[in-house]
């Protein structure tokens, strides 16, 4: 197998993990699910980015916090079991706790063993 079709394979592997935390009704692609969520890890980025410069209030913590779960609510129908936002600006904002919650098989993970919603695999 090539790097190339080795990391395509990695991708539709987390595709498919993202389908299966899916409880929305309209038909909709693991695919479409990354992207979406990638838009939402975007924003949580540059949110714990800022705040690694300057100390965020409980407020704004919260404030974020629910933003992301209207968001997921809106993308996955529901705000999937062990879901976190990671505020550390050095890695993946969107995170499953894998002791709260059985990390989908093929779902991304970091080296704690977390799940991550939208990584940029390759």
């Known amino acids: 197998m090539t790097k190339k079709e080795n990391i395509e394979r990695q991708r539709e ?10 409880r929305g009704s309209l038909p909709v692609t693991g695919l479409n699910l990354w992207r979406k969520l990638r838009r939402l890890e975007s924003r ?34 529901h705000v999937p079991a062990g879901f976190f936002i990671n505020w550390d600006a050095r890695g993946y904002q969107l995170k499953l ?3 709260i ?12 063993g977390y799940g991550i919603l939208a990584p940029l695999i390759g």
Do not use: C, K
């Open 97 to 99: 706790d894998n002791e």
């Open 101 to 112: 919650v059985t990390i989908p098989d093929g779902m991304w993970r970091d080296l704690g």
């Open 44 to 77: 949580m980025e540059a949110l714990a980015t800022d705040w690694s410069n300057h100390s965020a209030t409980d407020l704004e913590r919260e404030s974020a916090r629910a933003f992301a779960g209207e968001q997921l609510r809106g993308i996955l129908g």
């Open 13 to 22: 592997r987390h595709h498919a993990a993202l389908h299966s935390l899916y």
